[in-house]
């Protein structure tokens, strides 16, 4: 596994070295914290569930945030990666230092989590905005130096299996107006 961190550092200090500017970090800290502890996408969710034409979403979600946030704090745990910024002296945060494990993303995994089940059941206008965001609030993580890219691709998949399982489980509960691509 050395050799991954030697790979994710490396990309790491690629992005501070040739990708940070102040512009750019003003935007990826405004980015980083649609992230910060889900409270974004608990929002959307909750906001889902208050909509009754979007409460088998809204609920879909909320499972799916659930499934998510039990596997990635499981991993969080068991694996404890040390931050990079912990293990290379030489990456710069530029958020306040966390305390707790790198690996895997809990930004990404939460924020894949939702939008993937927005994807799955809302229009376009609505699930667009919300993968980029997710898209974008991944890499961010990378940016400010608080994950490596194994931990960001990780976290999707996190939120792919997370998404995936929470609408097979709630399709049960929604019977035949739940179909793959929309809610009707």
């Known amino acids: 596994m050395n050799w991954i961190t030697e790979i994710d550092t490396s990309i790491l200090l690629w992005i501070q070295n040739n990708l940070r500017t102040p512009a750019m970090t003003s935007f990826w800290r405004f980015i980083t ?14 906001l889902l569930l208050l909509i009754p034409s979007k409460r088998k979403t809204g609920l879909t979600a909320a ?32 958020v306040k230092k966390l305390r707790d494990y790198s ?18 059941l809302e229009d376009r206008k609505i699930w667009i905005p919300a993968v980029v965001l997710s898209i974008l609030i991944a890499f961010s993580r990378l940016y400010v130096g608080v994950h490596y890219p194994s931990d960001v691709i990780a976290g999707f998949f996190i939120g792919l299996a997370g998404s995936a399982a929470a609408f097979r489980i709630t399709k049960k509960f929604h019977g035949k107006s739940m179909q793959k691509g929309t809610v009707r």
């Open 33 to 46: 914290r649609f992230g910060d502890s889900g409270i974004f996408w608990i929002a959307v969710v909750f």
């Open 63 to 94: 499972v799916s945030m659930v499934l998510v946030f039990a596997a990635t704090y499981a991993l969080k745990y068991t694996v404890c990666r040390p931050r990079p910024y912990a293990a290379c002296g030489d990456i710069i945060p530029l």
């Open 103 to 120: 690996f895997p993303s809990g930004h990404t995994s939460f924020s894949f989590g939702v939008s993937l089940i927005l994807a799955r």
